[in-house]
């Protein structure tokens, strides 16, 4: 179960993430509400998985999970450039995170 929140917090951090730069310097109110709710919600989940997970390995999977669909996300929805190499490099990143899964 701690897997499975984990990896939900991950996807949150990707939410937060994404509200925080569409927020405008908190300016634009829904996107700020999105990001606070999508924050507290992904740290939340964070420190409840870490209290069976070690927190190197959670910490490291929540992050690479936020960060591979955020930069997914952008290149996807908001104009930010992709290439190959790019691409390729996010897969690494989801390879890693898979691997601490696997090595767990």
Do not use: N, Q
């Amino acid at each position: 179960m701690a897997w499975f929140v984990l990896v939900v917090s991950g996807v949150l951090e990707a939410v937060w993430a994404t509200a925080l730069g569409k927020s405008e310097g908190f300016s634009k109110l829904w996107p700020t509400v999105i990001f606070a709710v999508g924050l507290v919600l992904s740290m939340a989940g964070l420190a409840w998985a870490m209290r069976t997970l070690p927190t190197g390995t959670s910490y490291a999977v929540w992050v690479g999970i936020g960060a591979a669909l955020t930069v997914t996300y952008a290149m996807i929805f908001d104009g930010e450039a992709a290439s190959v190499l790019k691409v390729l490099l996010v897969l690494g990143i989801v390879g890693c995170v898979i691997g601490l899964k696997v090595l767990h």
